[in-house]
Every structure is written in structure tokens, then in C-alpha cells.
């Protein structure tokens, strides 16, 4: 099920507001917020995935790394269901 365009509206917003103090505090670290929430702080990018799909499912959230620029995927990249393989 594709998620509505804009779906992450709030999560990139808020995730905007916090930035500095992201910035600040988290440099090179990896952050996932769901709504306007931020579930953590992490080493890295696996450990936050695992957190994230532990708490959310498929989403919708967002995972950044904060200080770098965010990685724009095309829409059918980040709709693909994952499956095992059969």
C-alpha cells in the first residue's frame, strides 16, 4: 500500500524545527522521528532501521543522518514491499 504524497510532511518538518540542536548534540549520528516524535538517537544506520521497523512497521517514518544532506529516492524505490525470497 503506497503511502499519500506528502507523508512524511510532519516528520521532515519536525525534524527541520530540531535541527540545530540535533546538530549540536548528535553530529554523524542517526535519528528516526514518527509524527512529530523522535523515537532516538543511534550509531548507525542499521541499528536505527532495526529500531524503526521494530516500532513502526513499514512506516511511514523518517530516518536521517544528522549533518548530511537528505537522500532523495525515487518514489518506487521507497514503495517496494520487501518479500523473502520464495
Do not use: N
Not at 14 to 38: I, M, P, Q, S, Y
Not at 56 to 62: C, I, R
Amino acid at each position: 500500500m503506497a503511502e499519500a504524497p506528502g507523508a512524511l510532511d510532519l516528520e521532515i518538518a519536525t525534524f527541520e524545527r530540531r535541527r540545530a540542536e540535533l546538530e549540536a548534540d548528535h553530529l554523524g549520528k542517526w535519528v528516526v522521528f514518527h509524527g512529530a516524535d523522535l523515537l532516538g538517537v543511534f550509531e548507525s544506520f542499521e541499528i536505527a532501521a532495526e529500531q524503526a521497523v521494530s516500532h513502526f512497521g513499514s512506516g511511514p517514518f523518517l530516518l536521517r543522518q544528522v549533518g548530511a544532506p537528505p537522500v532523495i529516492m525515487p518514489a518506487s524505490v521507497m514503495h517496494l514491499p520487501i518479500r523473502a525470497a520464495d
